[in-house]
């Protein structure tokens, strides 16, 4: 089930809400595990054992490590509930890419698992939160959660299931203590607010703008091969925009839906396209991955503070590792190490002289970001990476760009114009002004049914990584 779907937003989510709000305070962290069960269940039960294993292995790790003291045992223990977590990660996400790159190398023949077909719903981020959870409770930032009920609500809470974000454990810990202040009309107008720009951004602009680069790569689209320079770049620049608003979209409405319920959640996104350096854009974008790699890989290596050979290590890891979070294929990995090249060269010599240009900058950045977002999704059929980069580089006939131009221009500026400050310029401009808000909101809402109802609900990208 997804957000942007029927089913989710006129059955789902006002059945979900209407029973969250009307049961007792002291009842609604059960409230809300129970939905986000029936959330996690409704396509299918096969992987229901796993996360109440992970949740089991997360609880009593966290007991076990703030009982014992300090010592060897305590790390063990640390240690051994986090891999069971990352265990379970590679097993389901990577061991037929492991399987398949040993046949490939070694000339083997070895069978890829087919169970492991299906990847499970939002492993990606559920692991991570196990395991920001216990690296907090064992450096004492949080105190182990004692309540079952409560840890399995965080864990599997539904809004931040499918994509995310990943919120830690100490940025929910108030919320799910205090039930009973935590629900206002203030938070559930504000996240409902949030949750419709986010639909708009997910249903109208990223799944219109996808139509673009389809019709390039898609069953019945022209072809990359066929492809003119120009005609490329605008495909790659239409994906860009279709993978920032399906992904800053569908967080927004995760935050929306999570204020609803009384949780307030950092944002996830920062107009990342309108940074001026690569360094500025990771600050911007899918802020709470970047946070985690932060917190929990690069500081625990020593971060900057064993000279600048370590620390160019330290980002080597956690960008190769960024790279393989994404996804089991090695243009994810490649796409990794990129950035880990571009911010090298940037804290090392280029980053002291974007700080002084006021236009270069951006257009730096824009390209090199597009650029990435190339290699990214170079493993969809029909995109490979030689001939991307042969179409991105190499002047050559092929379809002309003018055709896709006239049929897509208006969207392509919108886009462009939505991914800078201008619209939250506006809102906030509406806000003050009673019948401005309401006619934007009423039109957004609008316009979301017509394209939920039209369309089929298509799943967020960055729920297939």
């Not at 809300?32 to 959330?39: D, Q, R, Y």
């Not at 499918?162 to 996240?191: D, F, W």
């Not at 279709?242 to 967080?251: I, K, N, P, T, V």
């Not at 960008?319 to 490649?334: K, P």
Request: some cysteine; charged content about 10%; hydrophobic content about 50%.
């Amino acid at each position: 089930m997804v957000f942007n779907s029927v089913v989710f937003l006129f059955c789902f989510m006002p059945l979900a809400l209407g029973i969250y709000y009307l049961a007792p305070a002291r009842t609604q962290n059960a409230v809300l595990l129970g939905e986000s069960l029936i959330f996690y269940c409704w396509t299918g039960v096969r992987w229901l054992p796993l996360i109440l294993a992970l949740v089991a292995v997360g609880y009593l790790g966290g007991l076990a490590i703030q009982r014992m003291p300090q010592g060897r045992g305590r790390k063990a223990v640390l240690i051994g509930a986090i891999a069971v977590s990352a265990a379970a990660l590679v097993l389901c996400k990577y061991t037929n890419f492991l399987i398949e790159t040993l046949n490939a190398i070694a000339s083997l023949k070895l069978a890829e698992l087919s169970f492991l077909d299906v990847l499970p719903l939002g492993i990606s981020y559920y692991t991570f939160k196990l395991i920001s959870y216990l690296a907090d409770v064992y450096t004492g930032k949080v105190k182990a959660e004692r309540s079952v009920v409560t840890f399995a609500a965080y864990v599997l809470m539904y809004p931040q299931l499918i994509v995310g974000p990943i919120v830690k454990y100490r940025e929910m810990s108030e919320a799910l203590h205090h039930p009973a202040n935590r629900c206002t009309l203030a938070r559930a107008q504000e996240g409902a607010e949030m949750f419709v720009f986010g639909m708009a951004k997910k249903v109208i602009l990223a799944d219109s703008i996808a139509a673009l680069w389809q019709d390039i790569v898609g069953t019945g689209g022209i072809g990359l091969a066929n492809t003119s320079l120009p005609l490329a770049w605008l495909g790659i620049l239409a994906y860009s925009f279709q993978l920032y608003f399906d992904f800053a979209g569908y967080s927004e409405m995760s935050n929306g839906l999570s204020l609803m319920m009384g949780f307030e959640c950092p944002a996830n996104f920062n107009l990342p396209y309108t940074s001026a350096s690569i360094t500025e854009f990771w600050r911007r974008w899918h802020i709470s991955l970047s946070g985690w790699f932060r917190d929990y890989i690069y500081i625990p290596l020593g971060g900057n503070r064993r000279g600048p050979w370590r620390q160019m290590f330290n980002m080597l890891v956690v960008w190769a590792l960024t790279g393989i979070w994404h996804g089991a294929n090695w243009n994810f990995i490649c796409w990794g190490l990129y950035y880990f090249v571009l911010l090298v060269i940037e804290k090392n010599f280029l980053l002291k002289y974007l700080q002084k240009g006021r236009i270069w900058p951006h257009i730096y950045t824009l390209f090199f970001v597009v650029l990435g977002w190339g290699l990214f999704t170079c493993n969809v059929p029909g995109a490979p990476l030689g001939l991307l980069l042969s179409r991105l580089f190499v002047p050559q006939g092929g379809v002309s760009a003018k055709y896709f131009l006239r049929n897509y221009a208006v969207l392509l500026i919108l886009c462009a114009v939505c991914s800078t400050s201008v619209p939250g310029r506006i809102w906030n401009w509406c806000k003050r002004h009673t019948p401005a808000r309401l006619i934007l909101l009423g039109t957004s809402m609008i316009l979301c049914t017509a394209y939920v109802v039209a369309a089929t609900g298509s799943t967020a990208l960055y729920a297939n990584f």
